[in-house]
Nanobody, 115 residues
Framework: QVQLVESGGGLVQPGGSLRLSCVAS????????MGWYRQAPGKERDLVAR???????NYAPSVKGRFTISYNVTKTPMFLHMNSLKIEDTAVYYC?????????WGRGTQVTVSS
């Protein structure tokens, strides 16, 4: 079984930075993509950033240029570097990984951007 655990969330002022981490346990064989979602109360869970096995990555327009997704050769840990944070970035952030058979989810970490 694959388990994902996020960490690194917290309270930060607008304009500040955070780095989220995602550690995976279990067999990662067959994983071809990894990414981060976020969800604010009363809103849909939206894809923020996604990276593929070939190294290509894409980002939601709202975070492009501010967030960067990265990984190591074993695909864990995975990171989301968040810079120039805005109030609207406040959400629970979830780590996710895709295999051909299943999408895996972490339980989330809270990011609060407030002055």
């Amino acid at each position: 079984q694959v388990q994902l655990v996020e960490s690194g969330g917290g309270l930060v002022q607008p304009g500040g930075s955070l780095r989220l981490s995602c550690v995976a346990s279990g067999s990662l064989f067959g994983i071809y993509s990894m990414g981060w979602y976020r969800q604010a109360p009363g809103k849909e869970r939206d894809l923020v950033a996604r990276i593929f096995s070939g190294g290509s990555a894409n980002y939601a327009p709202s975070v492009k240029g501010r967030f960067t997704i990265s990984y190591n050769v074993t695909k864990t840990p995975m990171f989301l570097h968040m810079n120039s944070l805005k109030i609207e970035d406040t959400a629970v952030y979830y780590c996710s990984m895709w295999s051909t058979q299943q999408q895996y989810w972490g339980r989330g970490t809270q990011v609060t951007v407030s002055s």
